[in-house]
């Protein structure tokens, strides 16, 4: 008989993304089904997803939650922790009671987020032979709420467990409901679920993670290949693939030089960045190493937005260094395309990172990457064979480490390094293998 198993999301691409939960949601089933998992995904019945009865590009059933005050007057999937920490309490109720209506009685229920995190308990108060599995996509992310959201998703105190200790300060940590509940919980990178496990990145969960170090385990997330793919990415100035990637990533660079006015060197490295501009992504360190980072042969595209001192300090920086550095200050998923394909390196200096895709796709475009060896980017990254990476979280070690880089760029060992990227498999069918034995773990738990 094939194992079935019931997504429970906020976000599923293409449908709807604001969080790269987004794609998980939108990729693993597809992956799945092509494994032989009998799938299917549920989503709260946001307004402009009436009409879905089956998730794009494939025939796995999409199956709806639909609340007109909830979810039925937006599009989009989020308002204000208050109203959202209710709203997903509900659907996590809904979703449990309405799997016999909907003809999909799973052996795993695979909720993400603290969206969906109820889910667990919900299916053990109602005595449901159904195992759970929660993946934490960003532990920092845990929807804490007022005391009475329970009651939206059919729950009550005595049915929580921890409750009494969990409300200490006022409020309710759904995550940490779900971390308490599910039968396996497992992080989107096996270094991040190690991480999480310390006092320093639990985010305050130090001592619930250790209770549940036994059920927990880390699964490194992929990318999709038919998306990310050079060969036929029609962003690029010149499309290339594995047996041409030298005169493709020579070809693209030389377009987005002249695209963004930086000086057309070819002998120049040229290293991209794009991420929000926020403090977890390493933007402190880049504005510290800056400096050093112009006096070294290199040129620096920067794309993205967010906090308001990092667009202004990148934009001083261009004015001040117009041929070497340019700050493109917005979101362009098209120009990030064009990035990838343009840079010979992707610098990643993030303070903590769960997974990462970025590194993931740079390697898939060609473009070695320079990360921190913190969450998924340690687990994606082989320092000197496919990448580069530094450990502490200080400017002068990740300089260190561009310098290093330098001292290969146009080397036969970078050619190989370049070689190596491109041969990795960062696939979704990949990761599929690697969750079934993780379901079927969650069902053992759940029988004993």
Known sequence: MKLRVLFAASECTPLVKVNSLADAVGSLPKALAKAGVDVAVALPGYKHLADYEVLPGSDIPLFLVENEEYFGNSEAPYRDLAADAKRFAYFSRQVVQQMARWGFEPDVVHAHDWYASLIPAVTKKMGLPYASVLTVHDLATQGISADDVPFPAGLSECDLRGLEWDFQDKNIDLLLQGLIHADVINTVSPTYAREILTPESSEGLHDVLRACAGRLCGVLSGIDYDSYDPANDTNLFRTFGPDDVAEGKAMNKEA?????????????????????????????????????????????????AGDYRYERQFEQFAASFPSKFSAQIKTDEALARRLYAAADLFIIPSRFEPCGLTQMVAMRYGALPLVRAAGGLNDSVIDGADGFVFEKYEARQMTAVLRRALRVF???????????VMRKDFSWDKVAREYIPLYERAIDYARK
């Open 410 to 420: 146009k080397t036969p060992v970078w050619a190989q390094m370049v070689g190596a």
């Open 256 to 304: 987005l030089q002249r695209e963004l006015g930086l000086a057309v060197d070819e002998k120049a490295m040229l290293v991209g960045f794009t991420a929000p501009l926020v403090d977890r992504n390493g933007l402190s360190l880049i504005v510290e190493g800056f400096k050093w980072m112009m006096e070294m042969p290199l040129q620096f595209v920067l794309l993205g």
